[in-house]
Nanobody, 129 residues
């Protein structure tokens, strides 16, 4: 079983910056992809950014403000969030799809349309106006 543990987050004002990090603990296989999701109160979970090796993807609302980085060897994932807005408030979750040579992958495994193999417990980000 893969355990993902998030850290970071916290509170910031409109226009400020925060970062969240995710690390795999215990059994830590290589990942096919990793991603950050967020869920605001009363809303569905949405994909924020995903990383497929060196390829990264962002949801439109965070493009130009957020940067995702994935260290494939250390199995860590970081999301640097700049120019934060109140609508970025939510619980941020790290998710991953495990690399398995016996498995065939689609090119959107971590984009929020398919179930992931592992999730973290989430870390809260609050942005005040």
């Amino acid at each position: 079983q893969v355990n993902l543990v998030e850290s970071g987050g916290g509170s910031a004002q409109d226009g400020g910056s925060l970062s969240v990090s995710c690390a795999a603990s215990g059994f830590s296989p290589r990942m096919y992809c990793m991603a950050w999701f967020r869920q605001a109160e009363g809303k569905e979970r949405e994909r924020v950014a995903s990383a497929y090796g060196s390829e990264v993807r962002y949801t439109d609302s965070v493009k130009g403000r957020f940067t995702i980085s994935h260290d494939n060897w250390k199995n860590t994932l970081t999301l640097q969030m700049n120019r934060l807005k109140p609508e970025d408030t939510g619980t941020y979750y790290c998710g991953a799809v495990i690399r398995d040579q016996r498995r065939r992958y689609a090119d959107d495994e971590c984009d929020g349309l398919k179930p992931l193999d592992a999730w973290g417990q989430g870390t809260l980000v609050t942005v005040s106006a």
